[in-house]
């Protein structure tokens, strides 16, 4: 989905599938593109869109980029592996933005290789889905959660991690064991945080570790929900099929679908 100023853009094609774009934006004196990414099929429409923006109105356009696509592609180990992430990101420099507003990008390399980039990250969120949960334990699900969120925080905050044990040749997690504040566990709601949400194996086997160290309801924030996570991923259920989670608080940026766990509660 691609907003300008709030407004959603309606692409319509020939019939050939090339894009046919009239987009008068008024007297508008600035202009926002909003994308929020469904599938890299948008690349092309953004494009264009902004092409046109650039040559009619000649504005100083701002994109709010919340979701950073292939982000999961940041690095390669040999020559016949893409680079994606650099050469999307190589991509969004050549629109030549005033700025680039992203929200907790999955690779640090991300905002690194974006020109003119603001990064937000979901502390105030956080801080206020645990005012919410007044005495819920801050839990994250791996080392990597770990290391990128718990530094958000003041030192007098106590967390929980977890810690994935995987098997060397396929790199399939084999167990998980919760470390920090496992005194906090018992008889507490629990609050899992992360970046990214897909299939949900590392939530569910750190929600499952949690119930059996006595926690009472799990809750997650996850900045970028993937719509994948309600498919049967998981012995052939969904996460949210089984009764770990009590609910997954996230933000619209590619999350399109509805569910009773799940509620957004950050919005572009």
């Known amino acids: 989905m691609i907003k300008v100023n709030d407004e959603v853009i309606d692409f319509k094609r020939f019939n050939d599938g090339s894009l046919r774009l009239k987009y008068d934006l008024e007297s508008s004196r600035q202009a926002i593109v909003t994308w929020l990414y469904d599938s890299d099929s948008e690349i092309s429409d953004l494009y264009f869109l902004v092409k046109h923006l650039q040559a009619i109105y000649h504005l100083n356009l701002t994109l709010i980029m919340p979701y950073v696509a292939n982000a999961r592609m940041d690095r390669v180990k040999e020559k016949s592996e ?76 106590y967390f929980a991690f977890g810690v994935k044990d995987r098997e060397w040749t396929t790199q399939k997690i084999r167990s998980l064991q919760i470390m920090g504040a496992k005194h906090m566990i018992a008889g507490h709601d629990i609050l899992l945080c992360d970046d990214i949400l897909s299939r949900g194996s590392t939530i569910y086997l750190a929600a499952a570790q949690l119930k059996e160290m006595g926690a009472n309801n799990i809750y997650v924030w996850v900045s970028h929900c993937e719509n994948t996570v309600l498919g049967p991923h998981i012995n052939g259920r969904s996460l949210l099929d089984y009764d770990l989670i009590t609910k997954i608080y996230t933000t619209n940026s590619i999350y399109r679908s509805t569910h009773p766990k799940i509620e957004i509660v950050h919005t572009f």
């Open 82 to 157: 893409c680079f994606t992430l650099k050469y999307f990101c190589e991509f969004i420099n050549s629109l030549n933005f005033y700025s680039v507003r992203i929200f907790d990008p999955h690779s640090r390399v991300a905002p690194a290789l974006l020109s003119n980039v603001e990064m937000e990250m979901p502390t105030h969120i956080i801080e206020g889905i645990l005012n919410s949960h007044p005495y819920a334990t801050l839990c994250f699900p791996d080392t990597g959660a770990q290391e990128k969120y718990s530094k958000l925080f003041n030192d007098d905050i």
